[in-house]
């Protein structure tokens, strides 16, 4: 049976348990924004949980109250009546002054040999506001080694570790001031023709109020608000949405140092929680970056270190980072970024396979864009991201396509939605047109050449299908799906021994993908080599293990080679993932 992406959320216990922005369950409507009463200020000493800290690092304060003029001090009232009292325990005073100094003294002494030491020795530091989330002692140990250090906003900068893995100086994307870039010059110089990153004298202060994004607020004003992140891969497979959903505090606590079951580290990447919030009454841009309600839409951007999103291209946006910095690797509209789109890797996987063995003419424009840096993209742009340290941004794009290209690709997307119980072979057909007319537009983009291959044998034109994707694979041989798609239609004609080969040839290129497990193990149940599906399937369970049809499909291998016992454990976990989808409708 062929395999469809399904949304996941995570089931790991307690971030199941996140309740919708407006206190229902998710999907519910639109959330609550906090009344602002119950809002706090970012820089009123929150701990990274929330919890106010003081300044005397946990010293008790002596407690004092006034009264109609009498005093109480440590449990004792002194009276102004009482004057004969005062030159009898005048003495007694003086003791407990010089034993309460020779205390202060101590405890000061104290204070700043922790002090000392937590500058000396501690990875993670406090600046005297708040600390970082709580990890386990494997994390913690990894944090360490790290160096991973929290600054005044209490998001970690990147480590030099991570700057060394993912960091470059290289930027091949022109940069401008804000100062001396008017609209007339943008308009004609960059709209629709070429990336720019604009920078401001003041950082992100001169387009919005960066406290409102700090941790402490977001997590003060939005803490139980839920949110949708996910891995680069799936982010782009699920047109641009997250698919697990966490509030935003089990996020920042705990996903945002996780990663998923192909150690991939999990984004933010929702479309729905920056138009909720009050954060868009932060936002002050200049005139050539203007939001227009209606006409624009609006991403939410929230990660860690070697987080982000792989590539993909959409209408003209700007993407604006606050805090952290983002790592861009573009390509124009012309040029389908090596690995091709839809992507056969996460963004990671593609850095540290594809990247590396790029020539001059295929490698990407790139820069690293930095805190209070905005960088627009044209519409149709390629573009793959990689966060250095935690990295909070905004992006807007327009929700429609201006471009004769961009908008053949957007009529593509939506001709299920604009004729909806149309005809499968005439959407077929319509689908082919468009293809073909993006052909001609774009001879050299291999993300047309494998959608029209595929447009071509799925209505039955299997050698002209295959002759399309043979071009995208011969101009771009990293194109892990278009070979995939090629083993396909081998499988359609009957030529089972290609098929295999070019499978297993995928199976190496990239192990983790599920795709590849899930076509692999349907070839083999359908040649009767069960148990050799069984094995396949149950790798595919390993790398996505909260998707159905994998189990279903196991199972079905295992009854078949006579794994009776094993059908009914498989059985077990079906019931179980059910259960847990049921109770999140």
Not at 423 to 431: A, I, P, T, V, Y
Request: proline letters at 4%; a positive charge.
């Amino acid at each position: 049976m062929p395999f469809a992406p399904t949304l996941k959320l995570r089931s790991t216990g307690s971030r199941l348990s996140a309740r919708g922005r407006n206190g229902s369950t998710p999907g519910t409507g639109h959330q609550q924004i906090f009344p602002s009463g119950a809002r706090r200020s970012s820089d009123t000493g929150l701990l990274y949980n929330g919890e106010e800290t003081s300044l005397t690092m946990g010293s008790k304060k002596k407690q004092t109250s006034r009264s109609n003029g009498t005093v109480s001090q440590n449990g004792t009232k002194m009276s102004n009546e009482m004057s004969g009292e005062r030159k009898r325990r005048k003495n007694e005073d003086s003791t407990m002054v010089t034993k309460t100094v020779q205390m202060s003294a101590f405890i000061v002494i104290i204070i700043a040999f922790v002090i000392m030491y937590r500058t000396d020795f501690s990875s993670v530091s406090s600046s005297g506001q708040n600390s970082s989330p709580s990890l386990d002692s494997s994390q913690d140990s990894k944090a360490s080694q790290n160096s991973i250090q929290t600054d005044s906003t209490n998001w970690r900068p990147a480590s030099k570790e991570a700057w060394k893995l993912y960091g470059s100086t290289k930027c091949t994307v022109d940069r401008r001031d804000a100062s001396d870039l008017t609209v007339k010059e943008f308009e004609k110089e960059y709209r629709f023709k070429k990336p720019v990153i604009v920078r401001f004298p003041n950082g992100a202060k001169d387009w919005t109020n960066p406290k409102k994004w700090s941790l402490s607020s977001l997590k003060q004003e939005y803490g139980q608000w839920y949110v949708l992140s996910g891995n680069s891969l799936e982010i782009v497979r699920k047109g641009g949405n997250g698919d697990v959903q966490s509030s935003f505090t089990e996020f920042v606590d705990s996903l945002m140092q996780d990663k998923d079951e192909i150690g991939e580290p999990f984004y933010i990447f929702d479309r729905m929680f920056y138009n909720d919030s009050s954060l868009p009454r932060t936002l002050k841009p200049p005139k050539y970056f203007e939001i227009k309600d209606g006409i624009d839409d609006s991403i939410f951007f929230l990660g860690a270190s070697s987080s982000g999103v792989s590539f993909h291209k959409h209408a003209d946006a700007w993407n604006g980072v606050i805090y952290g910095q983002k790592r861009w690797f573009l390509y124009p509209t012309t040029h389908t970024p090596p690995g091709g789109v839809y992507p056969g890797f996460t963004q990671m996987e593609w850095y540290s396979k594809v990247y590396p063995s790029l020539t001059e003419d295929h490698a990407p424009m790139e820069c690293v864009q930095e805190a209070g840096e905005i960088l627009y993209l044209p519409e149709g742009t390629y573009h793959g991201t990689i966060n250095l340290g935690d990295t909070v941004a905004i992006g807007i794009q327009k929700k429609l396509a201006a471009t004769e290209t961009e908008k053949l690709f957007y009529k593509e997307l939506n001709l299920e939605r604009a004729a909806p119980g149309a005809n499968r072979d005439k959407l077929l057909q319509e689908r082919i047109k468009i293809f073909k007319k993006l052909h001609k537009l774009l001879p050299d983009n291999t993300e047309v050449m494998m959608k029209l291959g595929q447009a071509l044998a799925d209505s039955g034109q299997i050698q002209d299908g295959m002759k399309f994707t043979q071009l995208a694979i011969d101009k771009d041989p990293h194109f892990l799906i278009a070979h995939l798609n090629k083993a396909k239609m081998h499988i359609q004609i009957n030529e089972k021994q290609k098929a295999e080969e070019i499978l297993k040839f995928t199976l190496k290129m990239n192990p983790k993908l599920w795709d590849i497990h899930a076509t692999y193990g349907d070839f083999l149940m359908n040649n009767q080599r069960f148990k050799e599906a069984v094995q396949m399937y149950k790798k595919g369970t390993e790398v996505k293990p909260d998707l159905l049809p994998f189990w279903a499909n196991l199972r079905n291998a295992q009854q078949q080679s006579g794994d009776i016992q094993g059908a009914r454990e498989t059985n077990l976990v079906i019931e179980r993932l059910h259960k847990e989808q049921q109770s999140r409708q």
